[in-house]
């Protein structure tokens, strides 16, 4: 079977990892780093991904998208509180946010799969092969919509998503590969969107999950808000400037928050910089690991609920826990560790790095399903009730909330008015009374032949399968047909317009790709001109005139071709100073050989 | 519209046992793999939760012995080990594993089990009770009123302390009045254990399960009715 990798698609940060001779493991960048931050920008040479387009967050903060994940499965009443904080602009389209990037707009799962194409070649590129399968990450809490919009993305990104798995679970598989735990544990998983605590029982290799809960709009980005929040005011009041105008410094205020948010996990006060517009100086101010806390502490406070909550449904206590395992970049806060350990009464783990603990998981995963893995097995809940809406607009549960899944149930439909050819059902999650308190998920029609009333018996079957995502069957028990039903999302992209945006994302590949070509060229004549530089100090003496100039002429070259848009041009010019500076690498390796062997007998070289 | 719940495994709905394995069509022992092929077999909609698990008809569970099962048959089950299978097998697992993650939760549970063996043995047990149980009757009655009392009352009064008092009392009292139900529950259930060990096929033996099955019936619904109105109760004093 292919190959598939693990993908932590995150709020903040995304990651793919890999199973090696039995251990997974994240796999690295050009650079080394194995985190891509999940930030995608518009250029005026097409799209880019990652560490480069995050520094366009402040170039161009209206062409650059991130904490995407938070738009996943979501229509633009949802995130209406928290428009003003983004400085590009969202607008709705049968129910799914759209960001409007320069001309065009995409859905979320469509710059998800940016991100995701991006791994894709990262992984492509380190093992020698083509990927077209993947195991996903999710917070456990996120809805049918939400879970389906990631699974969109994936197909966007040419990737056949096998599993749709729950990030704390998924922490909890690497932490259960190295440690060989049994026993109860409790997963405190703090992203950079998104907040889950899960309990699981570990036993012989089985990972039960027994209660989750959680808040798919609860990380660190709310942290660093109320942090920016703080500076903005200040600098309204000390400098008489509201910044909200201007959406480049507003996205060096979050920056600088989030950094400052970050160094003070480790310090007890850091010094905080910010550069005004218009030559109005800087704002500075010295920020203190209390003031951080106290910003920040109601924050926290809204994860211990759900804890609370999660240890009720799974019929345990605090003192019941036997492990706490934290994941998530938010868990390094010191207020964090603090309040976690105070509710469960015990010192958190944090062995494994929070930051790759989820991605490590979802290879472990990966290989489970590739048949690699073969004793453990993870037993998933659905984190939600599933329902449908009744007379009187009454949600009417037919599978709980923290259901062990795959789990199914079945629903008699028959008609109260004769001939009547249809029923009209609306899918319902969530765990409020009410119809229209809930989540929509969808709606459909179920097709009934025309009878006197009460005599048609349609039997839907409503099953959650192993990913958390809703499938829907009817039957007449009467002929013993089953009738396909065609489910309209609520919240979610049709068919149709998944299978467009899978050939937009071809079309647009040879756009993405150029961009990615430039970058990667302008990467490598930097560091090209970096060591050339560096070898003319060294050896300039060594060398003739004429080729020092020739050198000199073709580094100017190469710096003219890398502030172009052409990653051709810059290869070819980066050949030419390659050819150019052939003389002096020559004469520098000898000249080092002969220097090294100075000072040594004959008998030592030989 | 107008719907009804149904159990997925009501005697009502059986259809033709399973016999042949869909694969190859050679007769099937009764496991959930065919002794030919090895291929995975649908768990059939006949076969009782009870079955399923390989555990005879009794109310008193080992629940050690049943999660072990449970975990074995998740392992034998699971989607996640048939992702190299074909189509027709993965639509299998999907489903047993379904049916499994069913018949544990309902046999897991004291009082699920039993509302699922009265439902086996004789029909659904009448879900949710419309008016009190005779002996709790009155107090009942009262109680729905200083519930409605204590609603419009100024709770930080004296008056709304001393109805939160009386409440808090009532609730005591109602889940001592729970929980003794599940003693007398747990009795029968021993009794209707010890009945069907003998497996007596006299008139008397007959009448004995009919009188146990209509008290555990009864009391199950009762119980059912002092939970809801104990959870109605916790919600309004929180």
Known sequence: ?606 | MDHHHTHSTTPRELQMARSMCWHCQSEIAGEYFCDRCVKVQPVSKETDYFTCFGFPRRLTIDTGQLEAKFYELSRAFHPDFYQNKSETEQAISLGNAATLNTAYRTLRDPIQRAEYLLDLEAGAVKEIRTSPPADLFEEILELQDTLDEYRSADRASDTGRQLRAKLQAEQTTLEQRKRDMETRLQQLFSEWDALQERGEATSQARTERDRLLKQMREIISNRTYVKNIVNDLVATIG
């Open chain 1, 1 to 606: 079977m292919a190959r598939i990798v693990g993908i932590d698609l995150g709020t903040t940060n995304s990651l793919v990892a890999y199973m090696k001779d039995g251990k997974p493991c994240v796999i690295p960048g050009r650079t080394g780093r194995a985190m891509v931050p999940s930030v995608v920008a518009m250029t005026d040479n097409g799209l880019i991904v990652g560490d480069p387009a995050k520094e366009h967050l402040t170039r161009s903060p209206e062409r650059t998208v991130y904490s995407v994940k938070r738009f996943m499965g979501k229509g633009l009443a949802d995130v209406q509180g928290e428009l003003a904080y983004f400085p590009y602009s969202l607008t709705e389209q049968g129910g799914v946010i759209r960001i409007k990037l320069g001309e065009k707009t995409y859905s979320p799962p469509q710059i998800s799969a940016m991100i995701l194409k991006e791994l894709k070649q990262r992984a492509e590129a380190h093992l020698g092969e083509s990927i077209t399968k993947t195991v996903i990450t999710v917070p456990a809490y996120f809805n049918d919509s939400q879970r389906q919009a990631t699974k969109d993305a994936g197909m966007i990104a040419g990737l056949e998503v096998l599993r749709i798995i729950n990030e704390p679970t998924a922490a909890s598989l690497a932490y259960g590969l190295q440690e060989k735990t049994q026993g109860t544990i409790a997963v405190y998983d703090l992203g950079g969107g998104t907040f889950d605590i899960s309990i699981l029982k570990l036993k012989n290799g089985i990972f039960e999950v027994l209660a989750t809960n959680g808040d798919t709009h609860l990380g660190g980005d709310d942290l660093d808000r109320q942090v920016a929040d703080l500076f903005l005011s200040e600098i309204r009041s000390s400098h008489g400037i509201d910044l909200s105008t201007y959406p480049d410094h507003m996205q060096a205020v979050r920056l600088e928050a989030e950094q400052a948010k970050i160094r003070l996990s480790d310090e007890l006060k850091t010094q905080v910089t910010v550069e005004l517009p218009d030559s109005r100086g800087r704002f500075t101010r010295e920020l203190t690991r209390d003031q951080l806390e106290s910003l920040t502490t109601n924050i926290i406070e809204r994860t211990l609920a759900p804890c609370r909550l999660a240890l009720k449904d799974a019929g345990l206590t605090p003192g019941d826990i036997d492990e706490i395992v934290l994941v998530g970049g938010s868990t390094r806060m010191p207020l964090v560790r603090q309040r976690v350990r105070e509710l469960f009464g015990k010192t958190p783990h944090c062995e494994l790095n929070p930051d790759e603990v989820v991605a490590l998981g979802a290879a472990v995963q990966a290989d489970i399903l590739s048949g690699g893995t073969t004793d453990m097995l993870l037993l998933d809940v659905t984190p939600l009730s599933l329902g449908i809406e009744t007379m009187g607009g009454v949600m009417s549960s037919l599978i709980r909330r923290n259901t062990t899944i795959p789990a199914s149930a079945k629903e008699m439909f028959t008609t109260y008015v004769d001939g009547q050819t249809g029923v009209d059902i609306h899918i319902l999650q969530g765990e409020r009374e009410l119809a229209k308190d809930n989540r929509s998920l969808a709606r459909f029609r179920l097709k009934v032949p025309p009878l006197p009333a009460g005599v048609p018996r349609i039997e839907v079957t409503f099953l959650i399968d192993a990913n958390g995502i809703l499938n829907v069957k009817a039957s007449d028990m009467r002929t013993g047909q089953t009738q396909s039903i065609e489910v309209k999302p609520s919240y979610g992209l049709s068919d149709t317009e998944v299978e467009r945006m899978i050939e937009d994302s071809f079309k647009f590949a040879a756009e993405d790709v150029n961009a990615r070509k430039l970058i990667e060229a302008r990467l490598d004549a930097g560091a090209l001109i970096t060591t050339t530089e560096k070898s003319l100090g060294e050896g300039v003496h060594l060398i003739a005139q004429e080729d020092v100039t020739g050198i000199r002429a073709a580094l100017s070259a190469l710096a003219a071709a890398k502030d172009g848009n052409d990653p051709r041009a810059i290869r070819a010019r980066m050949a030419d100073l390659e050819q150019a500076a052939k003389g002096l690498t020559v004469a520098l390796l000898d000249d080092s050989l002969k220097r090294g062997l100075q000072g040594k007998k004959v008998s030592e070289v030989t």
